[in-house]
């Protein structure tokens, strides 16, 4: 596999990984957590800041991994290393609290722990990248 196929692979994979992230916090209504976030209103109306969330999260993820495919040039590059750079701090941070919260769903923290596994992957790989395009 080169390596833009690998880069996105990562992308899409960690995209696919926040989709999934957000149906396993659906799981626990099952088993009696309150449906309402604390703070919040039960007014039907989804907020506006978590349709951006997950709009740059998921849908930006798996938009990175299919640009990544059709072009893969030194602005992109450099783009795509940050952006993983900073996504990695952002989950290594949630996963953390997570576990200061001394959470009871291991499905959740072994899907963020994986998250997290995969991010660092792509920050390398794009590191690795972005060394060999400067040995050029």
């Given at each position: 596999?080169?390596?833009s196929?690998?880069?996105a692979f990562?992308?899409?994979l960690?995209g696919?990984c926040y989709v999934l992230?957000?149906?396993?916090e659906l799981?626990a209504?099952?088993y009696?957590?309150?449906?309402?976030?604390?703070?919040?209103e039960a007014?039907?109306?989804?907020?506006?800041?978590?349709?951006?969330?997950?709009?740059?999260?998921?849908i930006?993820s798996?938009l990175?991994?299919t640009?990544?495919v059709?072009?893969?040039?030194?602005?992109f590059?450099?783009?795509?290393?940050v952006?993983?750079?900073?996504l990695?701090v952002?989950?290594?941070?949630?996963?953390?609290?997570?576990v200061?919260r001394?959470?009871?769903?291991y499905?959740?923290?072994?899907l963020?722990?994986f998250?997290f596994?995969?991010n660092?992957?792509?920050?390398?790989e794009?590191?690795?990248g972005?060394?060999q395009?400067?040995?050029r």
């Amino acid at each position: 596999m080169n390596q833009s196929s690998k880069i996105a692979f990562f992308w899409v994979l960690i995209g696919m990984c926040y989709v999934l992230h957000g149906y396993y916090e659906l799981t626990a209504i099952r088993y009696g957590a309150p449906v309402l976030s604390p703070g919040h209103e039960a007014t039907g109306v989804i907020p506006l800041n978590l349709h951006v969330m997950r709009i740059v999260l998921e849908i930006g993820s798996l938009l990175i991994g299919t640009l990544t495919v059709l072009s893969f040039n030194r602005p992109f590059q450099w783009f795509s290393f940050v952006w993983a750079i900073f996504l990695g701090v952002l989950n290594g941070a949630h996963l953390a609290m997570t576990v200061a919260r001394n959470y009871t769903d291991y499905t959740q923290l072994a899907l963020l722990t994986f998250i997290f596994f995969v991010n660092v992957l792509l920050a390398l790989e794009l590191r690795v990248g972005k060394s060999q395009d400067q040995a050029r």
